[in-house]
């Protein structure tokens, strides 16, 4: 799932997840209805994606060609899984994932990208570090 407006996206995520849709392993119940369980389901794809990324700046640490083995790598392991050998589709959710479609499309065998679209997106709010607007400036360029 990929979307411009990180807090929107999430949400849906969340929401999918809660309906069935396997975005992680990491359920504790006391999260399973938390608005904020796509961040805290995949801890293996989010330090993943930081080793693959500089996470404050999503400057890329590796080549290419790495982390498109790296992603495939991950989504084999998650798909090994026992409790999701009976799932046909396995969510991935991660900010840093908007930037990542080439690498995404590459790694995994015809992704079905989920594209949480706003009519008005969400802009960093006033007072944000320069990290957080860098950030949220490469979401929107990739979408264009």
Excluded at 67 to 93: C, D, F, I, K
Aim: proline share 8%; aromatic share 6%.
């Amino acid at each position: 799932a990929v979307g411009k407006d990180v807090r929107l996206t999430r949400a849906v995520v969340s929401a999918l997840h809660i309906l069935g849709v396997p975005f992680g392993e990491h359920r504790r119940s006391e999260r399973q209805m938390s608005p904020r369980i796509a961040q805290t389901v995949a801890p293996g794809l989010n330090r993943l994606v930081d080793h693959l990324y500089d996470p404050r700046w999503w400057q890329p640490r590796t080549n290419f060609d790495h982390r498109v083995a790296m992603l495939r790598q991950w989504a084999s392991r998650r798909s090994a899984l026992p409790t999701n050998r009976e799932h046909p589709v396995l969510g991935a959710y991660h900010e840093c994932l908007t930037l990542m479609g080439p690498e995404v499309c590459a790694a995994w065998n015809r992704p079905a990208l989920l594209v949480v679209e706003a009519e008005t997106p969400r802009t960093p709010p006033a007072g944000t570090n320069g990290a957080a607007t860098v950030r949220h400036r490469k979401i929107v360029a990739a979408w264009q």
